[in-house]
């Protein structure tokens, strides 16, 4: 496989309780994947429903994977399942180390995500039928 890896994840915490939770283990995963080699590029997206977005380029799969299994993402993803009641992911390869629209990172996740194991899934979970939501905010990581 050559090209660059996108990987683009949505995670929807079910309860505002479980939001500074979450918002810590945000920062510290934010922290490691600055310094992760391999990483290129991404960006967040918090939608009005309490729905988060994050969207990174990798040099390759190795890279990816590297930063998915180790240190602070691997230590939040246990809690994840508690926390949410909506999360997927979905990557692809392209040629460009450009970072997608988010107009297509959303397309892609309709149609090509997959739902992530949760204790407590909302309705739309596993189908991948998350509403529509205008975001509260995005930014470039």
Known sequence: MSGFVVSVTRFRVRSLRFLPFFLIHAQRC????????????????????????????WRDEAALLAYVTGGAHR????KMSEWGDEASTVRWVQDSADLPSWPESIERMRR??????????GPGHAGLGFAASEPAQMVRI
């Not at 290129?40 to 729905?51: P, Q, T």
């Not at 230590?75 to 246990?78: D, I, K, S």
């Not at 090509?112 to 899934?121: A, D, K």
């Open 30 to 57: 934010l922290a490691r994947i600055r310094r992760s080699d391999g990483y290129i590029a991404g960006a967040l997206r918090h939608d009005r429903d309490r729905a988060y977005w994050t969207m990174s380029v």
């Open 112 to 121: 090509e995500g997959r739902s992530v194991p949760l204790r407590h899934p």
């Open 75 to 78: 230590n939040a993803m246990p």
